[in-house]
């Protein structure tokens, strides 16, 4: 009991804080900086939900006719737009035709090489260490 009450004072008295936000500098774009959202068990739950509605249809798509083809290429391009509108919370450093750069306003017209990026850097911070996938 003496252990549980010496880390519940450390606690207390560290007065940790976790920040729910990753700032990252844009190695596409030198000079902007965007913000990624670290994942929790609940959001690693629904963002894995609605990426699986997207998903599910394209492993039967992909071995299809071109057209098929052409939906699941489709199908991938809308899972990597949710995975910027749902992991992306602000930018900085980037002007989009003259306006302050948004999420929807960087999907709608903006580099699509930055877009990339973001998504790859959202993919390697959502993956499981071999540990972490050991203990699920």
């Known amino acids: ?6 880390w519940l004072k450390s606690d207390t008295v560290a007065g940790r804080n976790y920040e729910s936000l990753l700032w990252l500098e844009s190695e596409t774009l030198p000079g902007v900086e965007f913000s ?9 739950i629904e963002l894995s939900s609605r990426v699986r509605e997207l998903t599910l249809r394209n492993e ?13 290429c489709i199908a ?6 949710l995975y910027v509108q749902w992991a992306v919370v602000d930018l900085k450093g ?6 302050q750069a948004t ?3 960087l999907l709608e017209r903006g580099p699509e ?10 993919h390697s911070h959502l993956e499981l260490s071999d540990a ?3 203990n699920f």
């Open 113 to 122: 090489a930055l877009v990339q990026e973001m998504v790859d850097a959202i």
């Open 94 to 99: 980037l002007r989009i035709d003259g306006q």
């Open 60 to 72: 039967f798509l992909r071995s299809g006719e071109p057209r098929d083809q052409l939906e699941a």
């Open 132 to 134: 972490e996938r050991k």
């Open 1 to 6: 009991m003496k252990f549980l009450s010496r």
């Open 103 to 105: 999420v929807e306003l």
């Open 76 to 81: 991938d391009l809308l899972v990597q737009k």
């Open 36 to 44: 990624l959202r670290k994942i929790s068990l609940a959001q690693r």
